[in-house]
C-alpha cells in the first residue's frame, strides 16, 4: 500500500512566555501507510499530541517536511476528520447539526446532510438522539456524536487525539470495540493519540513509541495480531509486556 503521511526529519521549537526555546520533537521520520491505523504512544510531554498536530495542519514544523496525500501540507486538508477527548460539539447545536456541520460548509443542500448525518448516527447508535443538545447526552454518547461528525464528510484519514482518555472503563472499552469495527468496514487511515498501552496493542496495527521531552521515535512496533482482539489472550499479553518493557527503559 502507499504512502499518505511521510514526515522527514521535522523538528518543533516552541517559545516559552520567557522566549526561551522548548524542543518538543526532535528528528521525527515516519511513513504511515493507506488504511493502517497507527496509535502513538509515550509518557506526558513527549510530544505525542503536538505531532498529531502537525500532521493535521493545524501547526507547521520548525524544520523538515510533511507530505499527505502526496503534496506537501501547509493546513487541514479536506481528506482528513479530527477527533479530541472534549468532544468539542457545538452547545448551541443539536445532535443532527452538529454531525451535519462539515457538510454544510461544503455546501451539500440541508436535505442531503441531513441524510448523510441520519444514516452515521444511526450506524453509531444515536438515531433516537438526533435533536437532542450535547448536554443531554452521557460522555459516550458525546464521543459518538464527535466520531460520526468527523466520518460524516468520508474523510481518508481520521486523527484521533486520546478521544476516549474522558470515558469511564466500561464505556471506553466498548466504544473502542466499535472503532475496531468501523474501522475494519470502513479501511479509513486512523492516527490514534493515547497514554494506555493496553489500547494501543488492542487497536493498532502499529504502535509508535516516543520518548520524553524532546520527542524521538524510539520503537516502531508491529502489532501483527489478528482482529478482534482478546485482552486475555496469551499473545496479547506478550505484546503488551513487550511495549511496557520498551516504555520502562525510558521512564
Not at 44 to 56: D, I, N, V, Y
Not at 84 to 95: A, C
Not at 158 to 164: A, G, I, R, S
Amino acid at each position: 500500500m502507499k504512502n499518505v503521511i511521510e514526515i522527514k526529519g521535522v523538528n518543533k521549537l516552541f517559545l516559552t512566555d520567557k522566549k526561551q526555546e522548548v524542543k518538543a520533537l526532535k528528528n521525527i521520520n515516519l511513513d504511515i501507510k493507506d488504511q493502517e491505523f497507527v496509535c502513538i504512544l509515550g509518557p506526558s510531554g513527549s510530544g505525542k499530541s503536538t505531532l498529531l498536530r502537525l500532521m493535521e495542519g493545524l501547526i507547521d514544523p520548525t524544520t523538515g517536511s510533511i507530505n499527505v496525500m502526496g503534496s506537501p501540507l501547509t493546513k487541514p486538508i479536506p481528506e482528513a476528520g479530527f477527533v479530541f477527548q472534549e468532544y468539542s460539539l457545538m452547545p448551541w447545536r443539536n445532535i443532527i447539526d452538529n454531525v451535519s456541520f462539515g457538510l454544510e460548509l461544503r455546501e451539500y443542500s440541508r436535505k442531503d446532510r441531513y441524510k448523510i448525518a441520519e444514516d452515521i448516527l444511526t450506524r453509531f447508535g444515536l438515531k433516537e438522539f438526533t435533536k437532542s443538545f450535547p448536554y443531554e447526552l452521557s460522555g459516550g454518547m458525546k464521543q459518538r456524536a464527535a466520531i460520526a461528525r468527523a466520518m460524516a464528510t468520508s474523510p481518508k484519514i481520521l486523527y484521533m487525539d486520546e478521544p476516549f482518555g474522558a470515558l469511564d472503563a466500561y464505556t471506553r472499552f466498548q466504544m473502542q470495540k466499535d472503532l475496531i469495527e468501523f474501522w475494519l468496514e470502513e479501511k479509513r487511515t486512523i492516527v490514534f493519540v493515547t497514554h494506555s498501552v493496553e489500547e494501543a496493542v488492542f487497536l493498532g496495527t502499529r504502535v509508535i513509541i516516543m520518548s520524553p521531552r524532546p520527542g524521538e521515535i524510539i520503537a516502531d512496533y508491529n502489532i501483527g495480531l489478528s482482529y478482534p482482539r482478546d485482552r486475555w489472550n496469551k499473545e496479547f499479553g506478550k505484546k503488551f509486556q513487550t511495549i511496557m518493557d520498551i516504555m520502562n527503559d525510558i521512564s
